[in-house]
């Protein structure tokens, strides 16, 4: 069973920046290929970055591209998003998921396991 716990969300002002981080727990998360989405109040879960089991591989929405930055760490079983720049827009839930099925990074329909999300806010 594999269970996935983000954390690291809060309150910033715009500019400022947050580190989410998210604890895999189950086996073999080497293997697991990750990703983060959010959710904002009214609107759909969408994709935010996504990472491979080696971390070879990195994909980012363009939304956020060049201020997010994924990462994992593999030995710990962590996967993490440093979050720079932050803009009102970036507020949400966000998500960690584990990728279970083939198919586009982008879409939820291919991550079977799912956090419980931690809420980023960011005021102008």
Known sequence: QI???ESGGG???AGGSLKLSCKFSGRAFESWAMGWFRQAPGKEREYVAAINWSGS?????DSVQGRFTLSR?????????Q????????TAVY???TKTA??????????????????VT???
């Not at 591989?57 to 929405?61: E, T």
């Not at 760490?73 to 998003?81: E, I, P, Q, R, T």
């Not at 979050?83 to 970036?90: F, I, R, S, T, V």
């Not at 083939?102 to 809420?119: E, L, M, R």
Request: proline content about 4%; some cysteine; overall charge negative.
């Open 3 to 5: 269970q996935l716990a």
């Open 11 to 13: 309150s910033v002002q």
């Open 57 to 61: 591989n990195i994909y980012y929405a």
């Open 73 to 81: 760490d593999n030995a710990k079983n962590f996967v993490y998003l």
């Open 83 to 90: 979050m720079n720049a932050l803009q009102p827009e970036d």
């Open 95 to 97: 998500y960690c998921a």
């Open 102 to 119: 083939s198919g586009p990074y982008s879409s939820v329909d291919y991550y079977g396991y799912w956090g419980q999300g931690t809420q």
């Open 122 to 124: 960011v005021s102008s």
